[in-house]
């Protein structure tokens, strides 16, 4: 089993407050998505990263994929409300075929306006 | 478009009943999952199909039951379910392939069974 642990569990700022979130295995994957969830409806993808050492910005938000492939961290910048959400990072094993996704134990973010 | 639908949004059922979730993408994905998730838990997969065909069983009981009915629908047949079964059932997709991991994921089925 391929553990991806993610830290912190939970997240409570003030908005327009800076934070990380980070996803740490012991495990190389062949690429890591992250994924933002609201109570009751599905995963929705925010970014892939796939070459180790990867940067990838979606306005506020900065990823990085660890030079080995085996961790990655979130930054969001000047946090608003509509952040508030479950964050999951999930990484794609090495395998080829279609593949399981080993995802973090999830990371609960409130912003406070 | 990457689009994953669900149906229904929500479902009630007792132990006794059989009712089916259906899910379908039209991405040309060729892989398709199903997860469950329970409360304050991230999804644990369940079934995967690559090109139609049951690849992945993660030693799911046979009260649920996936089918794989063409490229583009998936379907999990459910029959004398326990309490403990309610959770959210999520659908994905994704392309097969090395390098092709991304899924996405539809919104998912509110599961209560009585």
């Known amino acids: 089993t391929q553990l991806l642990e993610q830290s912190p569990q939970f997240l409570s700022i003030q908005e327009g407050e800076n934070l990380t979130v980070y996803c740490n295995s012991s495990?190389?994957?062949?690429?890591l998505q992250w994924y933002r969830q609201e109570p009751g409806e599905g995963p929705v993808l925010l970014v892939t990263?796939?070459?180790?050492?990867e940067v990838k910005k979606l306005k506020r938000l900065t990823f990085q994929f660890g030079d080995a492939r085996k961790d990655s961290s979130l930054h969001i910048t000047a946090a608003q409300p509509g952040d508030t959400g479950l964050y999951l990072c999930?990484?794609?094993?090495?395998?080829?075929?279609?593949?399981?996704?080993?995802f973090g134990t999830g990371t609960r973010l409130t912003v406070i306006p | 478009d990457t689009e994953v639908t669900q149906t229904p949004k929500h479902l009630v059922m007792g132990m006794t009943n059989k009712k089916s979730l259906k899910c379908e993408q039209h991405?040309?994905?060729?892989?398709m999952y199903w997860y469950k998730q329970k409360a304050k838990k991230p999804p644990e997969l369940m079934f995967v199909?690559?090109?139609?065909?049951?690849?992945i069983n993660e030693s799911v009981p046979s009260r649920f039951s996936p089918e794989c009915p063409n490229s583009s629908l998936l379907n999990l047949h459910l029959h004398a379910l326990q309490p403990e079964d309610s959770a959210l059932y999520l659908c994905?997709?994704?392309?097969?392939?090395?390098?092709?991991?991304?899924?996405?994921f539809g919104p998912g089925t509110r599961l209560t069974v009585l």
């Open positions: 990263v796939v070459t180790g050492g």
């Open positions: 199909y690559s090109y139609e065909k049951l690849s």
């Open positions: 994905a997709s994704s392309q097969e392939g090395v390098g092709q991991d991304t899924q996405y």
């Open positions: 991405m040309g994905h060729r892989a």
């Open positions: 999930a990484g794609a094993g090495v395998q080829t075929g279609a593949n399981n996704l080993f």
């Open positions: 495990s190389v994957f062949s690429s």
